[in-house]
């Protein structure tokens, strides 16, 4: 399973292109799966459903399922968070994962820059990161810059980079 970032500054447009960009991908027969890193506490449930109620009880996963969709909580109950590869290791072998967020791991990233956002590039500090994306030009930098509404470019970099062809599932080389 090949692994790609998408890496920005908070407001740069991250999220807006990882949905653009998964239309693309699929498209041309790759199966995509995302995972995404938040800072903020987060919750899937709400109280008062029977699954909150299993956790607030003291469940350590809770599995909720329906004929559209399962997901599975996992509870850490004050141990550490899991980081970045042993959360791969618990998804399902899909051609490419891309990831949204874990800026500080060590794995090939897509910079998503806006100028207008007024934050640094983090390209300068983040040897991981291999190219930018963004809508206005810039120059003296030493990875590709792609214009961030070529959503056909961005996706044959992707490819290109993690060395996968259309129509290939779950690609090992």
Request: glycine share 8%; aromatic share 4%; hydrophobic share 35%.
């Amino acid at each position: 399973m090949k692994v790609f970032g998408i890496t920005g500054s908070s407001g740069s447009g991250k999220t807006t292109l990882m949905v653009k960009l998964l239309p693309e991908l699929i498209g041309r027969g790759l199966e995509v799966s995302t995972m995404k890193h938040t800072h903020h506490r987060f919750d899937l449930d709400s109280k008062g459903k029977d699954s909150y109620e299993h956790r607030q009880a003291g469940a350590t996963e809770v599995m909720i399922s329906s004929s559209n969709r399962w997901a599975l909580m996992h509870e850490l109950r004050g141990a550490p968070e899991l980081d970045m590869e042993e959360l791969i290791q618990q998804m399902n072998p899909v051609d490419l994962l891309l990831i949204e967020g874990f800026k500080s791991h060590r794995y090939d990233k897509l910079e998503v820059f806006r100028e207008a956002n007024g934050k640094p590039l983090r390209c300068r500090d983040d040897k991981d990161v291999v190219a930018v994306t963004c809508d206005t030009p810039l120059e003296g930098l030493d990875i590709p810059v792609i214009d961030l509404n070529n959503i056909t470019a961005i996706a044959d970099f992707i490819m290109t980079r993690c060395e996968l062809k259309g129509g290939l599932k779950h690609a090992t080389a």
